[in-house]
């Protein structure tokens, strides 16, 4: 059967580790960095890739504008 | 190693489903992390973007943290002094009336120094959109009460919470522009959850849309956080906001058009 596959691609240098897209996320695919970006943010990337959905739920909260998402069937 | 096949199967241009409209330029936001206004921002831009208004629309912008808002829509602009964007952009429509004029403007711009400009123009109904962001405090001086601030509410200068009996009642700026003639669609909304957002898209595209009939003006109140001066964590102002501000400002539209109310009788159906 056909799977739905997402995922999504972060502008790590200009996410501000808001959070709002991890929590906004219904498949638990975000956490945020251990380490910071050039601004000392705490970034968001897609550490559970696999399952993302493509939802864009993620992007929708963004302040920043700064979540691309992409989604597929495999 | 064939998951990371798989990612990069699925990043192509044809599996694209968001991404961050042209009509924002790249320049990065002044804004704290989570703030409300960029969100509110990017959904204005995408609306732009498709209904192609991009040559065709002037903003206004205030004073507040949203003060440098022309560096990050790429349109053209004007810059209002303190509360005085809807007098700005009455003069803009009635100049060039075939444009698309917004205001943006906070809760001490909108409702406090603005307030008789903000209902002098809902009252005359000029052909405006006007954007509130409501996040019931001075944002940008540090926190200062505003007119918004809710009863018990801590701000810089009411450490103690609002006491209205001292300071008075927060306004209710959207509910009263809803009571004037001029007004043609009021709603109230906000931009913290997936779901939220693409309400208030759906909202402030048509309010765009109706702008184009040449009815009135249109309000849209966006109620929204301020993480910094609520000295809270993003993801804590969201919920603050929704277990506070909310049942105070309620979300849902407060003036339909006459038209949409009997299409919505004859249409039950198309209700949500
Ligand atoms: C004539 C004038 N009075 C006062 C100020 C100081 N001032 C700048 S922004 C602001 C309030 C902004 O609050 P709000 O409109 O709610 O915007 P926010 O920053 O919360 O988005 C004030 C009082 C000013 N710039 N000009
Ligand atoms: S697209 Fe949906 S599933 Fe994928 S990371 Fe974003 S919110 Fe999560
Ligand atoms: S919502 Fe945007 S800015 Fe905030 S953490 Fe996620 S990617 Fe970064
Ligand atoms: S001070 Fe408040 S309103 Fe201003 S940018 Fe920061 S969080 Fe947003
Ligand atoms: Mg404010």
Same mark, same amino acid.
């Given at each position: ?25 219904? $498949?638990? $695919? ?37 979540? $691309?998402?992409?989604? $597929?069937?495999? | 190693?064939? #998951? ?13 489903? %968001? ?30 973007? #498709? ?19 022309? !560096? ?22 009635? &100049? ?7 205001? %943006? ?11 008789? +400009? ?16 409501? !996040?019931?405090? %001075? ?81 849209? +109140? ?6 910094? !001066? ?11 906001? +929704?277990?506070?501000? &909310? ?11 006459? #038209? +949409? ?7 039950? #159906?198309?209700?949500?």
């Amino acid at each position: 059967m056909a799977k739905i596959r997402g995922s999504i691609v972060v502008d790590i240098d200009k996410c501000k580790g808001c959070e709002v897209c991890r929590v906004s996320c219904p $498949t638990g $695919t975000i956490a945020m960095a251990k380490e910071v970006n050039h601004k000392g943010y705490f970034y968001a990337y897609p550490a559970n890739p696999d399952l993302c959905i493509g939802c864009a739920n993620c992007a929708m909260v963004c302040p920043d504008g700064v979540i $691309t998402v992409y989604k $597929t069937k495999i | 190693m064939a #998951e990371a096949t798989g990612i990069k199967e699925i990043i192509k241009p044809e599996n694209l489903v %968001y991404k961050k409209t042209k009509i924002m330029t790249d320049n990065v936001l002044s804004y704290c992390p989570g703030c409300g206004h960029g969100t509110t921002h990017r959904i204005l831009a995408e609306i732009i973007d #498709e209904e192609g208004l991009q040559s065709q629309t002037i903003g206004i912008c205030p004073v507040g943290c949203s003060v440098l808002l022309y !560096n990050f829509l790429d349109i053209d602009w004007q810059e209002a002094a303190h509360g005085r964007a809807p007098a700005l952009a009455t003069a803009v429509k009635r &100049l060039l009336p075939d444009r698309f004029v917004f205001t %943006y403007q906070g809760d001490g711009d909108l409702a406090a120094i603005g307030t008789a +400009e903000t209902i002098h123009a809902c009252n005359r109904g000029e052909n405006i959109l006007i954007i509130f962001i409501n !996040n019931g405090i %001075y944002g940008m001086t540090g926190g200062q009460m505003a007119p918004t601030t809710l009863p018990g509410m801590k701000s810089s200068t009411s450490p103690y919470g609002r006491d209205v009996k001292l300071m008075g009642n927060p306004l209710k700026m959207t509910d009263i522009v809803a009571t004037l003639p001029g007004t043609y669609y009021v709603t109230r909304q906000s931009v913290h959850t997936p779901a939220n957002v693409r309400k208030t898209k759906k909202a402030m595209k048509k309010a765009v849309q109706y702008q184009k009939l040449n009815k009135g003006t249109c309000f849209v +109140e966006i109620v929204s956080n301020c993480p910094s !001066n609520w000295k809270m964590t993003p993801v804590e102002s969201n919920k603050w906001m +929704e277990e506070n501000m &909310l049942p105070y400002y309620p979300l849902g539209d407060l003036k339909v058009p006459a #038209e +949409e109310t009997t299409q919505k009788t004859i249409n039950p #159906e198309k209700n949500d």
